[in-house]
């Protein structure tokens, strides 16, 4: 089945990072063939159906790089302590925190995480979001961390989305191996990895995750998790350096991260190693907000270590309760002053190679999955301009619509 999607205007974001207006995509079987001015289309193409948008905006699917979106349970009683001064870390160390939203993900039947994940997973799509990472880490346990992984497969199977998941058991410390952090390490290293590596039908890991932080996991024992993740196979990335600076992005760049999450405490020596082993800089400006940090991630070092910016939504239950990209891209404009352009490559290309699947996903060329979201939009600076208003009037995943919005 061939498809025409005509009187676009395109931004393909791809290396060039061309603009066709008025332009045209022909795909085929999910896959893109052609993408240009509507006048170089080439002579004889005979689509079987074509889609008139209109001079509306289309722009890759949007691709979220960084979400803990499968859990149970709030922490809004959280959230009014921080409101009247308690700190993030304060109420971590009290055994609340992201141990509290553990003790509920790991109550919970894998189809109660299911269905409360989905209206997450939901108000992501309907932004266009065609591509969303998924972070296991509140089982912090063998077998609710599978179910987590099991449950963000569900997902992408039940709806038109791409899951990627990220084993992330090392995100805290459970009560059960109080004091012992080094044989939580070991457990995950030597027994459940190459446990949930060897998972088939579905397969479970994409790639590993670890929180490097002064009330979390230190370097050495993040690099112990990097080099159990690297004789398997699979490739790592980091949160760190969003309170602290423990040497994360170091160990992270050493082990050629597909991407470093946060940042906020990192400084130019991190943002030259990350530029020189290549990985993706997280941005994560909603988790900045809520919790009114003031410590702003060193954007002009990344920029002239040439690090490619990407920015996600971080939906979780403590420093980023809610879905939305939209939002995530309007902070990262205002609060980290990124560009328009920066921001949208943010969240297409940048953020699908923070995926490792630069080639599939995040740009409209030949060869690249037919996902688009379409924008009721008069210019691409109104993409991050908005807030808490969603301009996304059509989703294209693989080459079907998936979600029509009137707008
Ligand atoms: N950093 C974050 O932003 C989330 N995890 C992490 O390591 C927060 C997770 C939570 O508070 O539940
Ligand atoms: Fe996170």
Redesign the pocket.
């Known amino acids: 089945m061939r498809t025409l999607w005509r009187k676009a205007r395109i931004a393909t974001c791809d290396e060039r990072m061309q603009v066709h207006a008025p332009g045209a995509v022909l795909t085929r079987d999910g896959i893109v063939e052609w993408v240009g001015a509507e006048q170089e289309l080439p002579a004889g193409t005979r689509p079987d159906r074509t889609v008139e948008l209109a001079g509306r905006w289309l722009t890759p699917g949007l691709v979220d790089c960084h979400t ?1 979106l499968v ?1 149970a349970g709030q ?1 809004a009683a959280e959230f009014a302590r921080r409101t009247s001064g308690s700190s ?1 870390a304060e109420i ?1 160390r009290e055994g609340g ?2 141990v509290s ?1 553990m003790r509920a993900t790991r109550a919970a039947t894998e189809d109660s995480l299911v269905e409360h994940s989905r209206p997450r997973l939901q108000s992501l799509l309907h932004e266009g979001v065609t591509t969303v990472e998924i972070k296991s ?2 089982g912090l346990e063998f077998e609710a961390e599978a179910k987590m992984l099991r449950v963000a497969r569900r997902l992408g199977t039940e709806h038109p989305v791409t899951v990627s998941t990220s084993f ?1 058991a090392a ?1 805290a410390l459970p009560p059960e191996f109080g004091g012992r952090a080094d044989e939580y390490v070991d457990t995950i290293c030597s027994d459940w990895l190459p446990r949930l590596a060897r998972e088939r039908e579905p397969a479970l890991v994409d790639a590993v995750d670890a ?1 490097c ?1 002064d009330i ?1 996991f230190s370097s050495a024992q993040c690099d112990r998790i990097f080099a159990a993740a690297g004789s398997l196979g699979l490739p790592v990335r980091l ?1 760190t350096e ?1 309170l602290s600076n423990v040497g994360g992005s170091q160990v992270a760049a050493r082990h050629r991260a597909l991407s470093c999450d ?1 940042l906020e405490y990192a400084s130019e020596q991190e943002a030259a190693a990350l530029g020189r082993s290549g990985t993706v800089a997280v941005m ?1 400006p909603v ?1 900045f907000y809520v919790l009114a940090e003031k410590q702003l991630p060193p954007l002009q070092a990344l920029r002239a270590h040439g690090v490619p910016l990407a920015v996600a939504s ?1 939906c ?5 309760p809610g879905a939305s990209l939209l939002l995530a891209m309007n902070m990262a404009r205002r609060l980290f002053g990124m560009t328009s352009e920066e921001v949208l490559l943010g969240v297409t290309r940048h953020a699908a190679r923070a995926l490792g699947l630069a080639r599939q996903r995040g740009s409209i060329a030949p060869g690249s999955a037919a996902d688009f979201a379409v924008w009721s939009v008069d210019t691409l600076d109104e993409l991050g301009y908005w807030v808490g208003f969603n301009p996304c009037s059509m989703v294209v995943k693989d080459g079907a619509i998936v979600l029509e919005r009137p707008i």
């Not at 979780?316 to 980023?320: I, K, L, R, T, V």
């Open positions: 803990h859990f922490r993030y971590a925190g992201i939203t880490g509140y992330l995100h929180y932080e979390a949160h969003q946060h994560l988790a971080d979780n239950p403590g420093s980023a």
